[in-house]
T-cell receptor
Framework: DQQVKQNSPSLSVQEGRISILNCDYTNSMFDYFLWYKKYPAEGPTFLISISSIKDKNEDGRFTVFLNKSAKHLSLHIVPSQPGDSAVYFCAVPWGGSNYKLTFGKGTLLTVNP | NAGVMQNPRHLVRRRGQEARLRCSPMKGHSHVYWYRQLPEEGLKFMVYLQKENIIDESGMPKERFSAEFPKEGPSILRIQQVVRGDSAAYFC???????????????FGPGTRLTVT
């Protein structure tokens, strides 16, 4: 049973435009939500997180929005760059822990020059 | 400052053989986590270890899988009598010491892709 769902397997955008990646979750008790980026043949790299007490967190070109009533979070990348092309995973620590991460299936973002 | 190291990067085993996957955490990190990514799935937590201690193995299959993190040397994930369903990418992550225990800010290695034929 998936606790986090990324329903779009892939997304293609033009360089300079906004990329919006989406994630839905099932458990309203989650405290933190994370986004990881993964290039081929590499491990996931932590990108940005958001606490459940916030609805927005921004870091440079990356902003994560949390809608608790909808159990939905999104990652906005603006402006998108070709180097952003990667698989993006949302993840949550679960089971009352702060370390047992469960990941969505990922969304492959392709930014076209 | 080297990142998390995993070897081998690719491992092919026949059904019934043993697989040993190694992970060296980042320098200064004392917490190690193992994850498995089955085809078309997200990463799933398997086990959390500190030096010489298994802290949480709630994500490990009950049989054939074991993990250790000895005082000296890398962490080892061991799979005995492998079956085709064990074919997956296995990722190791590490985090620095934290008073509250593990951390969600984990640094991942490149993974070991295990193929069982």
């Amino acid at each position: 049973d998936q606790q986090v769902k990324q329903n779009s397997p892939s997304l293609s955008v033009q360089e300079g435009r906004i990329s919006i990646l989406n994630c839905d979750y099932t458990n309203s008790m989650f405290d933190y939500f994370l986004w990881y980026k993964k290039y081929p043949a590499e491990g996931p790299t932590f990108l940005i997180s958001i606490s459940s007490i916030k609805d927005k967190n921004e870091d440079g070109r990356f902003t994560v929005f949390l809608n608790k009533s909808a159990k939905h979070l999104s990652l906005h990348i603006v402006p998108s760059q070709p180097g952003d092309s990667a698989v993006y995973f949302c993840a949550v620590p679960w089971g009352g822990s702060n370390y047992k991460l469960t990941f969505g299936k990922g969304t492959l973002l392709t930014v076209n020059p | 400052n080297a990142g998390v190291m995993q070897n081998p990067r690719h491992l092919v085993r026949r059904r019934g053989q043993e697989a040993r996957l190694r992970c060296s955490p980042m320098k200064g990190h004392s917490h190690v986590y193992w994850y498995r990514q089955l085809p078309e799935e997200g990463l799933k937590f398997m086990v959390y270890l500190q030096k010489e201690n298994i802290i949480d193995e709630s994500g490990m299959p009950k049989e054939r899988f074991s993990a250790e993190f000895p005082k000296e040397g890398p962490s080892i994930l061991r799979i005995q009598q492998v079956v085709r369903g064990d074919s997956a990418a296995y990722f190791c992550a590490s985090s620095p010491p934290d008073r509250s225990g593990g951390s969600y800010e984990q640094y991942f290695g490149p993974g070991t892709r295990l193929t069982v034929t």
